[in-house]
């Protein structure tokens, strides 16, 4: 029993090869631009660093010292990182930060820290949990003042709205 049409087949092994060729030439243009975004953006994270944005800025009771809350985003695949600056009232963080999370979390939906001056010498962070923290600096002399300052773990926020502190300040909740 012969084919119909007498090209029919010579062109299926043809269109075949053909197939395959583009198949592989789709492959290796996926490949050629996808390796180069791949390295264009873990060079530019690694380039730029996680960003950095003030989340909150509290005042001591007596008005001389700023609690200077930072939120730190990698990206993606990594959680929030929160640093703790003490400074001057108004005047911009600098220096190393006094404490340092990594992880933590407010409640069990929002990431985050709650900062509450005990006294105008006595800052405390408390946090329900915490991937990692660091107290770099328990005593911070501002202007002649030494401040103290505490974690504290364990604390539930239920009135923290879900997510990070930035985007929670950028919606307006």
Do not use: C
């Not at 530019?44 to 950095?52: A, C, E, R």
């Not at 005042?59 to 003490?86: M, Q, R, W």
């Not at 939906?109 to 600096?137: C, D, H, I, M, Q």
Request: charged share 15%; aromatic share 6%; net charge negative.
């Amino acid at each position: 029993m012969g084919h119909p049409n007498p090209i029919e087949p010579l062109m299926h092994p043809l269109l075949a090869h053909l197939l395959k060729v583009v198949a592989v030439g789709v492959a290796a243009l996926a490949a050629v631009v996808a390796i180069p975004a791949a390295a264009l953006s873990l060079a530019f994270g690694l380039i730029v660093g996680p960003s950095k944005d003030e989340v909150t800025r509290l005042s001591a009771p007596d008005g001389k010292v700023d609690a200077v809350l930072i939120e730190t985003n990698g990206g993606a695949t990594t959680s929030f990182g929160y640093e703790v600056y003490l400074v001057p009232t108004g005047t911009e963080r600098s220096g190393e930060p006094a404490a340092v999370l990594y992880g933590a979390m407010r409640n069990e939906n929002a990431y985050g820290v709650t900062l509450v001056w005990e006294s105008p010498t006595s800052l405390s962070v408390r946090f329900l949990t915490t991937r990692s923290k660091a107290l770099t600096n328990p005593r911070v002399a501002i202007d002649g003042q030494s401040v103290r300052i505490t974690l504290k773990a364990g604390e539930n926020d239920p009135a923290a709205p879900p997510g990070g502190m930035l985007y929670n300040l950028r919606d307006g909740h």
